[in-house]
């Protein structure tokens, strides 16, 4: 019920800023433009149970978001030239950033393409221990798991406890609740238990990572080919940040930057956050990305750009593209910065 109500406010929201029109009533809102979030774009393949729906957005949502953004005025750049675009008082102009995070294989197949149509650059930040298969995609291993099994038995942090998957809202009460226990810093013995739970109930789990997310080779013919990509450190192993000691932190957030610019050829600058949201980073995260050489650190704190954004560069908000809520009308009421300052 409560991602229920929380779904139709933000459709309501969203509904009500587009139908009004309320970005050209109030421009200055929208401040100096946006960086958008994306994660899978790819052609859509509709299923009964989508807990992950919302990182996913069609190729085609894509290329309206950029039309729409370029009707509004917005200027695309590349994310490692923000911080000297907004520094500069006599440039007035809107911006808009485009970022992927963790690597897909689609970004390559399916979003790089949208881009080079209308020559928009595009920034994909590589969580590395995806690429070189040390790391789950504990998320899509739980999605698996709630999809195949009617119930299942896994201790979380209190005990062994059982979980139902029968009903629809079994599903989205399971997800959330072991979503919840990862986030509270379990991240490490959840996913594994995970991965032995599929494997006790012969659920393969091994294409999982192979299957979605880019190898290596394919980094680096995409750095070569491609002028308008550029790439970021995403961590090792995608951690909760705020929840891992300063060892691990550090080499999470400084091995993951040399290890994609190893992979890409390409000097790596930006880094984003895992998560991103307010309780997955902290002031240790930022300290550590800029001592590992980040010029522009994001979140997914939901913001525009404004001037006061350069006072802290490792904590640049951005706005997310989300699956749930794709039609072209919403991008403008996006643009606007309105729902994030209704939020506040």
Known sequence: MRNFLKKAAIKGGLEAISRFRLGRLFPHIGGRG??????????????????????????????????????????????????????????????VAFTLDDGYRNNADHAAPVFRRHQVP???????????????????VLALLTQRLPEFRLDIGAGVEAFSCRTHGDRVETFNAICRAVNSG?????????????????????????DQVMTEPELRTLADQDPLASFGGHTLTH??????????????IRQ????????????VTTFAY???????????AFAAAARSGARLA?????????????????????VSLNGLYQKAHYIPALISGIPFKLKR
């Not at 989508?50 to 994310?79: C, K, W, Y």
């Not at 739970?197 to 012969?202: D, E, K, N, V």
């Not at 940040?241 to 550090?250: A, F, G, Y």
């Open 256 to 267: 993951s930057m040399v290890d994609v610019a190893a992979m890409t050829g390409r000097e």
């Open 34 to 95: 946006l960086i958008f979030t994306l994660h899978h774009v790819r052609p859509k393949v509709p299923q009964t149970f989508e807990p992950n729906g919302h990182l996913e957005v069609t190729p085609e949502f894509l290329d309206m978001t950029i039309r729409q953004s370029l009707a509004e005025g917005l200027v695309p750049v590349r994310l490692e030239d923000l911080p000297q675009l907004l520094a500069d008082p006599n440039d007035k102009r809107r911006f």
């Open 298 to 318: 994001v979140t997914t704190r939901p913001g525009v750009l404004t001037a006061e954004s350069l006072k802290q560069p490792m904590a640049i908000n951005r």
């Open 274 to 284: 895992p998560y991103g949201t307010r309780c997955a980073y902290d002031e240790r």
């Open 239 to 252: 951690p909760v940040l705020s929840r891992v000691d300063d060892q691990r932190l550090e080499q999470e």
């Open 186 to 210: 379990l991240q490490d013995v959840i996913s594994s238990r995970l991965e032995d739970l599929c494997a006790a109930h012969g659920i393969d789990t091994a294409g999982l990572v192979a």
């Open 122 to 140: 595009y920034t994909i930040f590589v969580t590395s221990g995806f690429v070189r298969r040390t790391a789950s995609l504990w998320w899509e």
